[in-house]
Structure formats: structure tokens, C-alpha cells
């Protein structure tokens, strides 16, 4: 479950809390392994955790965290038609999950890292492009931008141009990372490949291009240089 906000302002005595419950992908219409990779998956995850935060909700559940596997005799004395999780969960499974069963993570799980990784306090971000969403965030001085190029929507290619505002002057390491086909993370660290990592001398503003794919998403920091 995801908070995305703390309650700041009161509703009479209490302000209610807004929740979504079990929200992820659509049915697949077939069901094989690579389709659980594709990094669509991540761009409209990303995607709707932006609209989510637009929109003020406070909690969501993504459904779900982990794939299982449905043990067809513990269903068998509880579900009138136990052949149905059967099939659901072991010949047609539909991969959810962030994680497959045997533990290996998928696209959408770095999508919720990299919002992770905004930190705890929201900036100001607009994007130009109807076709690209921006969240923006700082951690302590570390400013970091999330870029999702797709969504529902088809997407194409694209060179964006990430500005920052504001910043304190002096030595950062710009840091791009990019969850797209190349799937280039490690499974044992789980942390994507930099596809970009250099110092950068910075003034209260800096400008920089960055590639972004059709159904991609990227995390843009300007990190310290200690």
C-alpha cells in the first residue's frame, strides 16, 4: 500500500482519507512469460501514480506485490469451482505482481522506487508535451525529477529538456536512470543501470537533455558530491 500524502488540513474534527483498492494492469487477452516485462507496464504505472497524486488521493493498493501460485487442494474444500484459480494461477497466470513467484522483479516494480526516490517534499514541475508526465521531489538538498514518457496513450520517441530552478550553486553528479526495453537492472541489487552518471557544475538553474523512449520512465537527480 501507498501513502502519498499526510493529512494537512482538517475536515471538520477529521478529513476523510481517500483510498483506491487493487488497482494495476488490464487482463491479458493471452499469457506468456516476456509479456511480464514489457516496459509499458511501467510507463502507465508510473503514469497513473502521477495522476494519483494530482488528484489528492491518499492511499493506493496496487494489486498486488508478489505472484503466487494457487495449490489447487487447499482450494478445492473452499471455492465451488477451485479449477478456476487453477487455471488462473498456474496455466494462465497474469503476473501482477511486482515480483513474479520465483522472485524476479518486474518493470513496474521501479516505478514506485523511483517515486520512492523523490522524497518528502513536492516541487513544482510542469511538462509541455501532452504525451510526457513530470513529478518532481527534493530529498533534503537532492533535487529529482521523474519523467514518463507514455501512459494510456500510444507514445513515440522523444529528446526531453529537464530544467531545474532554484538551485543551491556548486559541484552535483547528474544521475539519469531509465526503466525501457533494455531492461537494464540488477536483479540482485535491484537498482537500474545509470544511463547516464557525470559532474556537473550547476548555477541556481540547469538545463540538460534527456532521452526518453516511447513507454519509458526516468529519474533525474542532481546529487551531492560527497
Not at 516485462?37 to 488528484?55: G, Q
Not at 527534493?138 to 530544467?163: F, H, L, Q, W, Y
Request: include cysteine.
Amino acid at each position: 500500500m501507498t501513502k502519498f500524502r499526510k493529512l494537512l488540513e482538517p475536515f471538520g474534527d477529521k478529513r476523510p482519507e481517500m483510498l483506491v483498492t487493487e488497482w494495476s494492469k488490464n487482463f491479458d487477452r493471452v499469457a506468456v512469460e516476456d509479456m511480464a516485462f514489457d516496459p509499458r507496464r511501467a510507463a502507465v504505472v508510473a503514469a497513473c501514480l502521477i495522476a494519483y497524486v494530482d488528484s489528492g488521493v491518499d492511499w493506493t493498493f496496487y494489486y498486488h506485490a508478489w505472484d503466487q501460485v494457487a495449490y489447487f487442494k487447499d482450494f478445492r474444500p473452499i471455492f465451488r469451482r477451485p479449477e478456476i484459480m487453477y487455471h488462473h494461477w498456474n496455466e494462465a497466470p497474469h503476473r501482477f505482481g511486482l515480483f513474479g513467484v520465483e522472485g524476479r522483479v518486474r518493470p513496474q516494480y521501479f516505478a514506485y522506487q523511483f517515486l520512492g526516490r523523490l522524497g518528502d517534499r513536492r516541487v513544482e514541475a510542469t511538462s509541455s508535451e501532452k504525451g510526457v508526465r513530470v513529478l518532481a521531489g527534493i530529498r533534503g538538498d537532492v533535487p529529482a525529477v521523474m519523467v514518463v514518457n507514455g501512459g494510456p496513450e500510444a507514445s513515440v520517441d522523444r529528446i526531453v529538456k529537464v530544467t531545474f530552478a532554484g538551485l543551491t550553486p556548486g559541484r552535483r553528479r547528474l544521475v539519469v536512470r531509465r526503466v525501457d526495453r533494455e531492461l537494464a537492472w540488477s536483479e540482485r541489487e535491484l537498482e537500474v543501470v545509470p544511463v547516464e552518471r557525470r559532474e556537473v557544475d550547476v548555477g541556481e538553474g540547469f538545463a540538460c537533455g534527456v532521452y526518453a523512449p516511447a513507454d519509458s520512465v526516468s529519474l533525474v537527480t542532481l546529487e551531492d558530491m560527497k
